[in-house]
């Protein structure tokens, strides 16, 4: 890769549950020299209030307080309360850097801003949730083209699965998924199921 290219690996856990497994999982050194190995210059880590203290511990173990481990940029925040967009389309390359990655929980509403920027995705279920409906549409649209998925046990492999996606994925939306001539969207199919009335 030509120098000061950036190549950016984003991970999410979403805002409503933690989930520190994926977090330490994308800190274990076999995910790291996956990223590295793919060419990776940034992981950046969207890991809620738990998941930096698995930040912190991961930097004292490694003995770094420093951001570059391995030759990767390691840094990290709690949440931004104007939504993850614009660490998406940065891993897209959307700043003059080459396309990276999403790892994802399988949360509906971070997986529909990924395929809506079209950036290539990771979708990691979190066991730890009651009736694990993200199991399920991890593996649907997997089976469909859309995600990766991935298994906290072997991240690692995920990330050479993504750069397979890169090339063969799925556009968002499906091409059959029809038009809404209201042009009301998501809103209006609402207002009409709640039935309010305009």
Same mark, same amino acid.
């Given at each position: 890769?030509?120098?000061?290219?950036?190549?950016?690996?984003?991970?999410?856990?979403?805002?409503?549950?933690?989930?520190?497994?994926?977090? +330490?999982?994308?800190?274990?050194?076999?995910?790291?020299?996956?990223?590295?190995? %793919?060419?990776?210059? !940034?992981?950046?880590?969207?890991?809620?209030?738990? #998941?930096?203290?698995?930040?912190? +511990?991961?930097?004292?173990?490694?003995?770094?307080?420093?951001?570059?481990?391995?030759?990767?940029?390691?840094? #990290?925040?709690?949440?931004?309360?104007?939504?993850?967009?614009?660490?998406?389309?940065? +891993?897209? #390359?959307?700043? #003059?850097?080459? $396309?990276?990655?999403?790892?994802?929980?399988?949360?509906?509403?971070?997986?529909?801003?990924?395929?809506?920027?079209?950036?290539?995705?990771?979708?990691?279920?979190?066991?730890?949730?009651?009736?694990?409906?993200?199991? $399920?549409?991890? $593996?649907?649209? %997997?089976?469909?083209?859309?995600?990766?998925?991935?298994?906290?046990?072997?991240?690692?492999?995920?990330?050479? !699965?993504?750069?397979?996606?890169?090339?063969?994925?799925?556009?968002?939306?499906?091409?059959?998924?029809?038009?809404?001539?209201?042009?009301?969207?998501?809103?209006?199919?609402?207002?009409? !199921?709640?039935?309010?009335?305009?």
């Amino acid at each position: 890769m030509p120098a000061g290219i950036e190549k950016l690996c984003f991970v999410t856990i979403g805002a409503t549950a933690s989930f520190d497994a994926l977090i +330490a999982a994308a800190l274990s050194l076999p995910f790291l020299e996956a990223l590295k190995a %793919a060419g990776y210059t !940034e992981l950046l880590l969207q890991h809620g209030v738990e #998941g930096g203290k698995v930040l912190q +511990a991961f930097k004292s173990a490694t003995s770094s307080s420093k951001e570059n481990i391995l030759g990767l940029r390691i840094s #990290g925040f709690d949440f931004n309360k104007k939504g993850l967009v614009a660490e998406m389309k940065a +891993a897209k #390359g959307q700043d #003059g850097g080459l $396309e990276g990655v999403v790892i994802s929980h399988a949360g509906s509403g971070s997986i529909l801003d990924a395929l809506r920027i079209a950036v290539p995705l990771i979708v990691v279920p979190n066991p730890a949730l009651l009736d694990n409906h993200q199991e $399920e549409l991890a $593996e649907e649209l %997997a089976a469909q083209g859309y995600v990766v998925h991935g298994k906290l046990n072997d991240l690692a492999a995920a990330v050479w !699965e993504s750069e397979i996606l890169r090339q063969t994925q799925n556009s968002w939306p499906p091409p059959n998924s029809g038009h809404d001539p209201t042009g009301r969207g998501l809103p209006g199919i609402m207002d009409d !199921e709640m039935g309010f009335v305009d």
